[in-house]
Protein backbone atom coordinates (compact mmCIF):
# COMPACT_ATOMS: atom_id res chain seq x y z
CA UNK A 1 0.00 0.00 0.00
CA UNK A 2 1.44 3.42 -0.96
CA UNK A 3 -0.68 6.40 -0.31
CA UNK A 4 0.72 10.09 -1.52
CA UNK A 5 -0.43 12.88 1.08
CA UNK A 6 1.06 16.60 -0.24
CA UNK A 7 4.68 16.44 -0.14
CA UNK A 8 4.71 12.61 1.75
CA UNK A 9 4.44 9.05 0.93
CA UNK A 10 2.99 7.04 3.15
CA UNK A 11 4.22 2.97 2.53
CA UNK A 12 3.87 -0.51 4.45
CA UNK A 13 7.04 -1.55 2.31
CA UNK A 14 9.36 -2.49 4.94
CA UNK A 15 12.80 -2.52 2.38
CA UNK A 16 11.84 1.68 2.28
CA UNK A 17 12.00 1.54 6.36
CA UNK A 18 14.98 3.61 8.07
CA UNK A 19 15.78 1.81 10.84
CA UNK A 20 18.55 4.21 12.31
CA UNK A 21 15.70 6.75 12.25
CA UNK A 22 13.08 4.14 13.89
CA UNK A 23 15.72 3.64 16.46
CA UNK A 24 16.90 7.27 17.18
CA UNK A 25 13.10 8.28 18.14
CA UNK A 26 12.31 5.04 19.92
CA UNK A 27 15.29 5.68 21.97
CA UNK A 28 13.72 9.05 22.53
CA UNK A 29 10.58 7.79 23.32
CA UNK A 30 9.17 7.42 26.84
CA UNK A 31 7.21 4.05 25.68
CA UNK A 32 9.91 2.06 24.47
CA UNK A 33 13.49 3.64 25.67
CA UNK A 34 14.55 0.55 27.28
CA UNK A 35 14.09 -1.93 24.23
CA UNK A 36 17.76 -3.40 22.38
CA UNK A 37 18.40 -2.68 19.29
CA UNK A 38 17.94 -6.21 18.87
CA UNK A 39 14.36 -5.86 20.26
CA UNK A 40 13.14 -3.33 17.76
CA UNK A 41 14.59 -5.04 14.70
CA UNK A 42 12.77 -8.25 15.94
CA UNK A 43 9.17 -6.03 16.84
CA UNK A 44 9.50 -4.51 13.16
CA UNK A 45 10.09 -7.99 11.28
CA UNK A 46 7.29 -9.88 12.80
CA UNK A 47 4.98 -6.96 12.41
CA UNK A 48 3.33 -4.65 9.64
CA UNK A 49 4.99 -1.45 9.55
CA UNK A 50 3.59 2.45 8.12
CA UNK A 51 6.47 4.37 7.20
CA UNK A 52 6.04 7.99 6.51
CA UNK A 53 8.81 9.68 3.81
CA UNK A 54 9.60 13.36 3.09
CA UNK A 55 11.92 13.24 0.01
CA UNK A 56 12.89 10.04 0.28
CA UNK A 57 13.32 10.64 4.51
CA UNK A 58 11.38 8.65 6.97
CA UNK A 59 9.50 11.60 9.21
CA UNK A 60 6.78 8.90 10.53
CA UNK A 61 6.26 5.11 11.57
CA UNK A 62 3.69 2.86 12.93
CA UNK A 63 3.77 -0.55 13.91
CA UNK A 64 1.11 -2.99 14.21
CA UNK A 65 0.67 -6.60 15.74
CA UNK A 66 -2.42 -8.59 14.72
CA UNK A 67 -4.15 -11.75 14.16
CA UNK A 68 -5.94 -10.50 11.00
CA UNK A 69 -8.78 -11.57 12.27
CA UNK A 70 -10.20 -9.83 15.17
CA UNK A 71 -8.20 -7.42 16.64
CA UNK A 72 -4.87 -5.74 16.21
CA UNK A 73 -2.79 -3.53 18.41
CA UNK A 74 -1.49 -0.51 17.01
CA UNK A 75 2.51 0.78 18.77
CA UNK A 76 5.01 3.49 18.48
CA UNK A 77 3.04 5.63 16.81
CA UNK A 78 5.88 8.89 16.43
CA UNK A 79 5.72 11.46 13.54
CA UNK A 80 9.30 13.66 13.55
CA UNK A 81 9.25 16.16 15.74
CA UNK A 82 10.20 18.83 12.79
CA UNK A 83 7.28 17.46 10.85
CA UNK A 84 4.44 17.67 13.07
CA UNK A 85 1.83 19.70 12.92
CA UNK A 86 1.01 19.01 9.30
CA UNK A 87 -1.31 16.49 9.57
CA UNK A 88 0.69 13.84 8.61
CA UNK A 89 -0.24 11.46 11.59
CA UNK A 90 -4.42 11.83 11.55
CA UNK A 91 -3.51 10.75 7.54
CA UNK A 92 -1.11 7.66 8.75
CA UNK A 93 -3.61 6.77 11.08
CA UNK A 94 -7.12 7.38 8.57
CA UNK A 95 -4.33 5.12 6.51
CA UNK A 96 -4.66 1.81 8.85
CA UNK A 97 -8.36 2.47 11.04
CA UNK A 98 -9.69 2.32 6.97
CA UNK A 99 -7.31 -0.12 4.99
CA UNK A 100 -9.20 -3.83 4.35
CA UNK A 101 -6.75 -5.50 6.85
CA UNK A 102 -8.17 -2.99 9.78
CA UNK A 103 -11.68 -1.63 9.94
CA UNK A 104 -13.46 -4.38 10.69
CA UNK A 105 -10.72 -5.33 13.30
CA UNK A 106 -11.44 -4.03 17.17
CA UNK A 107 -7.96 -1.75 17.66
CA UNK A 108 -5.93 -1.10 20.71
CA UNK A 109 -3.57 1.35 21.84
CA UNK A 110 -1.90 3.06 24.72
CA UNK A 111 -0.83 6.12 25.45
CA UNK A 112 -0.37 8.45 28.19
CA UNK A 113 -0.46 12.06 26.00
CA UNK A 114 -2.30 11.66 22.90
CA UNK A 115 -5.76 10.50 23.64
CA UNK A 116 -7.25 13.48 22.03
CA UNK A 117 -5.59 12.08 18.81
CA UNK A 118 -6.63 8.68 18.68
CA UNK A 119 -10.36 9.85 19.54
CA UNK A 120 -10.83 11.60 16.47
CA UNK A 121 -10.52 7.76 14.85
CA UNK A 122 -13.21 6.13 17.32
CA UNK A 123 -10.39 4.82 20.18
CA UNK A 124 -12.35 5.26 23.10
CA UNK A 125 -10.49 4.92 26.79
CA UNK A 126 -11.02 1.76 28.61
CA UNK A 127 -9.43 1.51 31.91
CA UNK A 128 -11.80 -0.61 33.37
CA UNK A 129 -11.20 -3.80 31.48
CA UNK A 130 -7.56 -2.97 29.96
CA UNK A 131 -4.73 -4.93 32.01
CA UNK A 132 -0.65 -5.01 31.51
CA UNK A 133 1.40 -7.77 32.16
CA UNK A 134 4.74 -5.51 32.58
CA UNK A 135 8.54 -7.85 31.98
CA UNK A 136 10.16 -7.60 35.52
Request: proline residues 0%; negative net charge; hydrophobic residues 35%.
Amino acid sequence: MEIKFNDFLISDNKALLDLKTIKDFLRRSYWANRRTEDNIERSIENSICYGVYHEGKQVGYARIITDHATMYYLCDVFIDEAYRGNGIGKKLLECITTSDDFRNLTGVLRTQDAQGLYQQFDFVTDSESFMVRKVK
